[in-house]
């Protein structure tokens, strides 16, 4: 075992191996629209209960706004820096061990409760199907998919791209289907508290805007997991800064579809606090008023959407704690690989955790819990890309954020905004973040901190920049 600072042997790496240049760019733009689609399919709404249609569009367009500003700096960053750690490589680079662990540990927990809320949002499809709902489908949705994962990662990132071409074209059905039905007032059927600055428009007043920004941020959330896939892609220089900027190509004309066409179609009151809104809206009297055959299809294929997030979380996840583990930061049994370079503890065991976190059936807190996680995570990253800029002004950048810093620190300041909002709406979201935080701050400052792996590829890049920097001192 190697002591903190002491170069690990190659043994310890050949066992924590990841297959090399299995993504392109078209992959890439797959994942990243995989990370986010089930969002289109449910969550999203919930804010409509908090603010309105009015209060969510505002909410959403300030999460556009920061996820885009988002994209653009961890282009650059995933470009110069690219390896399975993702934003905790980053951190790790700009604020040492500690400030990574902090962003690594963020990251860890957005992805390990976002799957388990999209399984109860997996559980409210299947029921409004086939009636049957509950622990015995998140348990054999995470059994299968975590399965598929454990056979490998080429075929696995295939097998998302289809499905998640299928769940894009159950969003066009949707789209289409639901165009005739549009109707203004729809938008706006959610009666106005009464209280001062309410209106149609905001009948929660301007803090729904605020109680709404998490679930806006739910049509993006996950996104900045593409950079995990770095050590698994063909010249990440070139391909990361296309597919994630494709990516949010791609959910940005999504979610605005979505957002005025479901409430539009459907009546925003109908689907504010449906677990499966696209249904509730086809279903609606504004609409079809019952089950049709477009509503079969959507559902049928809309678990597409749900089960692709489902799917490329669980890689994400699995590469984070295998990049966190692999490094010493969490127990290095963690990052071992199989024959077919497949971290499999770390997709078994965080698997698990989030199977039993499904089971309590509150899609939305879980929701809160893993927005908490992404926000800190954000404000974290940008905060690394502008001490980059300034402290290695002269680090070979293959690809550079257009507007540099003002682009990273527009982002830095709506995360910052988003994080306080999540505790707006459910002030119990951040005693659980506080609890998982203080358990793992403990961990690092006992254990973690003296058995870190200095040839761990995270650790060797901020190695590599702190003997240069020494260099230039003498």
Same mark, same amino acid.
């Given at each position: 075992?190697?002591?903190?600072?002491?170069?690990?042997?190659?043994?310890?790496?050949?066992?924590?191996?990841?297959?090399?240049?299995?993504?392109?760019?078209?992959?890439?733009?797959?994942?990243?629209?995989?990370?986010?689609?089930?969002?289109?399919?449910?969550?999203?709404?919930?804010?409509?209960?908090?603010?309105?249609?009015?209060?969510?569009?505002? !909410?959403? $367009?300030?999460? %556009? @706004?920061?996820?885009? &500003?988002?994209?653009? *700096? /961890?282009?650059?960053? +995933?470009?110069?820096?690219?390896?399975?750690?993702?934003?905790?490589?980053?951190?790790?680079?700009?604020?040492?061990?500690?400030?990574?662990?902090?962003?690594?540990?963020?990251?860890?927990?957005?992805?390990?409760? !976002?799957? $388990?809320?999209? %399984? @109860?949002?997996?559980? &409210?499809?299947?029921? *409004? /199907?086939?009636?049957? +709902?509950?622990?015995?489908?998140?348990?054999?949705?995470?059994?299968?998919?975590?399965?598929?994962?454990?056979?490998?990662?080429?075929?696995?990132?295939?097998?998302?791209?289809?499905?998640?071409?299928?769940?894009? !074209?159950?969003?066009?059905?949707?789209?289409?289907?639901?165009?005739?039905?549009?109707?203004?007032?729809?938008?706006?059927?959610?009666?106005?508290?009464?209280?001062?600055?309410?209106?149609?428009?905001?009948?929660?007043?301007?803090?729904?805007?605020?109680?709404?920004?998490?679930?806006?941020?739910?049509?993006?959330?996950?996104?900045?997991?593409?950079?995990?896939?770095?050590?698994?892609?063909?010249?990440?220089?070139?391909?990361?800064?296309?597919?994630?900027?494709?990516?949010?190509?791609?959910?940005?004309?999504?979610?605005?579809?979505?957002?005025?066409?479901?409430?539009?179609?459907?009546?925003?009151?109908?689907?504010?606090?449906?677990?499966?809104?696209?249904?509730?809206?086809?279903?609606?009297?504004?609409?079809?008023?019952?089950?049709?055959?477009?509503?079969?299809?959507?559902?049928?294929?809309?678990?597409?959407?749900?089960?692709?997030?489902?799917?490329?979380?669980?890689?994400?996840?699995?590469?984070?704690?295998?990049?966190?583990?692999?490094?010493?930061?969490?127990?290095?049994?963690?990052?071992?690989?199989?024959?077919?370079?497949?971290?499999?503890?770390?997709?078994?065991?965080?698997?698990?955790?989030?199977?039993?976190?499904?089971?309590?059936?509150?899609?939305?807190?879980?929701?809160?819990?893993?927005?908490?996680?992404?926000?800190?995570?954000?404000?974290?990253?940008?905060?690394?890309?502008?001490?980059?800029?300034?402290?290695?002004?002269?680090?070979?950048?293959?690809?550079?954020?257009?507007?540099?810093?003002?682009?990273?620190?527009?982002?830095?300041?709506?995360?910052?905004?988003?994080?306080?909002?999540?505790?707006?709406?459910?002030?119990?979201?951040?005693?659980?973040?506080?609890?998982?935080?203080?358990?793992?701050?403990?961990?690092?400052?006992?254990?973690?901190?003296?058995?870190?792996?200095?040839?761990?590829?995270?650790?060797?890049?901020?190695?590599?920049?702190?003997?240069?920097?020494?260099?230039?001192?003498?």
């Amino acid at each position: 075992m190697a002591e903190a600072g002491e170069t690990a042997g190659e043994a310890y790496l050949a066992k924590r191996q990841l297959r090399k240049g299995t993504a392109g760019w078209p992959l890439l733009v797959g994942l990243g629209v995989a990370y986010v689609i089930s969002g289109d399919f449910a969550g999203w709404n919930f804010g409509l209960a908090q603010g309105g249609w009015g209060g969510l569009v505002l !909410a959403t $367009a300030l999460m %556009a @706004v920061m996820y885009t &500003a988002m994209v653009f *700096s /961890l282009a650059e960053l +995933s470009a110069t820096i690219p390896s399975a750690g993702g934003g905790y490589g980053f951190a790790r680079r700009a604020f040492g061990p500690l400030g990574g662990f902090l962003t690594g540990t963020a990251i860890l927990l957005e992805y390990a409760v !976002a799957p $388990a809320a999209i %399984a @109860v949002f997996i559980g &409210a499809y299947m029921d *409004s /199907l086939m009636g049957i +709902s509950g622990w015995p489908v998140s348990l054999g949705f995470y059994l299968l998919f975590v399965g598929i994962h454990l056979y490998g990662v080429g075929e696995a990132l295939k097998l998302m791209f289809v499905i998640t071409a299928l769940a894009v !074209a159950a969003l066009v059905v949707f789209i289409i289907a639901m165009v005739p039905h549009f109707e203004v007032a729809n938008l706006f059927d959610i009666a106005p508290t009464g209280e001062a600055g309410t209106s149609a428009f905001l009948p929660f007043g301007v803090l729904g805007i605020w109680a709404a920004i998490p679930f806006g941020m739910w049509f993006f959330l996950a996104v900045e997991g593409v950079p995990l896939a770095a050590e698994e892609t063909r010249d990440p220089a070139r391909n990361m800064p296309r597919g994630m900027i494709g990516a949010m190509l791609v959910l940005l004309a999504l979610a605005a579809l979505i957002l005025v066409l479901a409430p539009g179609g459907g009546g925003a009151a109908a689907i504010s606090n449906a677990g499966d809104p696209l249904i509730a809206a086809l279903e609606s009297p504004e609409a079809y008023g019952g089950p049709t055959t477009v509503g079969t299809i959507v559902n049928i294929t809309g678990l597409a959407g749900l089960i692709a997030s489902f799917f490329s979380i669980i890689f994400a996840y699995s590469r984070q704690v295998f990049a966190l583990s692999r490094a010493g930061y969490i127990p290095r049994f963690l990052s071992l690989t199989s024959r077919r370079k497949v971290p499999h503890y770390a997709l078994i065991i965080p698997g698990t955790l989030g199977f039993l976190l499904s089971l309590t059936g509150e899609g939305d807190l879980l929701i809160l819990i893993a927005v908490f996680g992404a926000s800190i995570s954000y404000v974290l990253m940008m905060a690394a890309h502008i001490v980059l800029r300034i402290k290695e002004p002269e680090m070979v950048r293959p690809y550079r954020t257009p507007g540099g810093m003002l682009t990273s620190g527009t982002a830095l300041v709506l995360a910052a905004l988003a994080l306080l909002a999540g505790v707006l709406v459910n002030p119990e979201v951040i005693q659980y973040a506080a609890a998982f935080y203080a358990i793992m701050i403990l961990y690092f400052l006992l254990i973690s901190r003296h058995k870190l792996v200095a040839h761990a590829p995270e650790e060797e890049f901020a190695l590599i920049e702190e003997a240069e920097q020494g260099l230039a001192g003498n």
